[in-house]
């Protein structure tokens, strides 16, 4: 490796590497979450967050926003109906021109604590990839090897299809910290739910849907309005684990709707080219301690620079 590389940047091309060896390469495509759509939306904050944070997508004025659904899998050809987790990515233009981004997907907490098992779990991964080995084989000989990642992989076991990307329930895995106007910090965690309620398909009808099912459901959905998702903040407690995205918060903690997002139709071309990057934060909210969440920006980096450049 380029010895002038920061060890944030080697770590993240060594982590973008495992992935392309354990789930194949894709030129031109993004590194996970290869298959999507981005949309155009308005985000409409309420002003309930405003006691929070003094972020200024979160206060009282309305503003644009570009919303990309997805897939979990490197594969952008994979039918809609083999890739369980979907991921929803929210970019809010600020009232500055500025930019700050919100990534979310239909698990509640992730399989790895720290980058370097991030990259150790793919490397099993690969390791038991033998024939004739079933997605359970490779489960399994991960979580002998790493309890870190037993809930994460239990949770992806149970995803169910989902009807529509419009009714799925999306979680930011990661805690961030809202400061207001005093300078009081707290931590949250952040979901969107569907105004739609969740729903998703039977066993009998996963066989009847085409590849694309879901972009082809948003589109007919769309055609008769928008799709909307409230956004809530989960207000952390003291105790609660700012630094450790597998393991979730208590069903219990305080929840607060603080705005609502109004899906409108597909976006430009263009848009498919841009990074939503998770740590783009603005003032008033901060990054926690996590260090995946931390990692992210470095590994989107490295992903954009392969995709752009055509690898």
Known sequence: MNNNKSVSS????????????????????????????????????????????????LQNQEMQALVRFSNSSTNPSIPDVFSPAKGMAVQFVLPDGGVTSLVTITLPIFFAKTPQSFINILRTIKENSFEGATIADKFKAVMEKYSESRAGLQAVKMLQPPLSFATNLYHSIHAYYFTNAAGERRAIKYEWEPEAGLHFLAQEEVENRSPDYLEDELIERLSKGPVAFQLTVILGQEGDPTDDPTSAWPEDRERIVVGHLSITGVADEKAQEYVFDPTVVPAGIECSEDPILNFRHDAYAESHSRRSTNQ
């Open 10 to 57: 080697e770590l993240a091309e060594e982590a973008v590497n495992s992935i392309e060896e354990v789930a194949g390469k894709y030129p031109g495509y993004r590194r996970a979450h290869a298959k999507g759509v981005v949309y155009q939306a308005v985000f409409t904050p309420n002003g309930q967050a405003g006691p929070l944070t003094t972020a200024a997508h």
